[in-house]
């Protein structure tokens, strides 16, 4: 019976050695992985500035939201040229057009000659305060926040369709107040306007993670 069970142990551990050697035989390299979506196809992208609905956003933040989305992309894709069409309402007299549709970007195909068009609108919601109490009710967190929104939209300007398009969402606090038992209040607070343009950078850099490239480590066999 011996030679038997040598047998089966020399089965079952054949393939363990075998990939412990390959392991070991084996080294870690970095991989670029190619943007999902390539612009550098593109002769000139036309981009309408940022809008927002919002009461508390400026044109500072819509010129921001405009110019972090063309570096974000130059940066990880050099050389794709962008033509600025400037605001929605400018653009859409320009145009003669109501509002950005499919028919919109046709003509803006033609009077501009762009091939594609990049949109976008953000939203600021309202601050929002947040209050809790401490186990024991003796102390007092109270803090405000801000949520914001942002939709970034490619158009085909031949045929006025969607050629991509995404979304960010994020939420931040903007003030802070404690009260603990025998001290003073503490409070602090981030200017809004200062911290908004933060903020919209943060989820631009998230929304073109499209058009960048991505690396990860993989093994591969020692020459």
């Avoid at 011996?2 to 047998?7: E, G, L, N, S």
């Avoid at 009461?55 to 921001?64: A, F, I, R, W």
């Avoid at 501009?112 to 939203?123: I, L, N, R």
């Avoid at 006025?160 to 503490?186: D, F, M």
Wanted: aromatic content about 8%; some cysteine; overall charge positive.
């Amino acid at each position: 019976m011996r030679p038997f069970h040598r047998a089966v142990h020399l089965t079952i551990w054949r393939p363990v050695v075998l990939a412990l050697v390959l392991i070991g035989c084996a080294h870690t390299v970095v991989v670029e992985i190619p943007p999902r979506v390539d612009l550098r196809s593109f002769q000139t992208i036309g981009i309408v500035e940022f809008s927002s609905h919002s009461s508390n956003s400026t044109d500072k933040l819509n010129q921001l939201a405009t110019q972090q989305l063309m570096a974000v992309i130059q940066k990880a894709q050099p050389h794709v040229r962008f033509l600025e069409l400037g605001s929605p309402t400018d653009l859409l007299k320009a145009v003669d057009r109501e509002r950005l549709d499919p028919g919109t970007m046709k003509a803006i195909g033609k009077k501009y000659g762009v091939t594609s068009v990049f949109t976008g609108t953000y939203e600021i919601s309202d601050v929002k305060p947040k209050v809790s109490l401490g186990q024991d009710l003796s102390s007092l967190n109270a803090s405000a926040v801000v949520n914001m929104a942002l939709t970034s939209k490619q158009w085909d300007t031949a045929t006025g369709a969607t050629l991509w398009t995404n979304s960010r969402y994020g939420e931040w606090p903007i003030a802070n107040v404690e009260k603990e038992t025998g001290r003073p209040v503490s409070f602090s607070m981030s200017l809004p306007e200062d911290r908004y343009g933060h903020f919209i950078a943060k989820l631009i850099y998230g929304v073109t993670d499209d058009f960048r490239p991505h690396y990860e480590k993989r093994k591969v066999p020692r020459s």
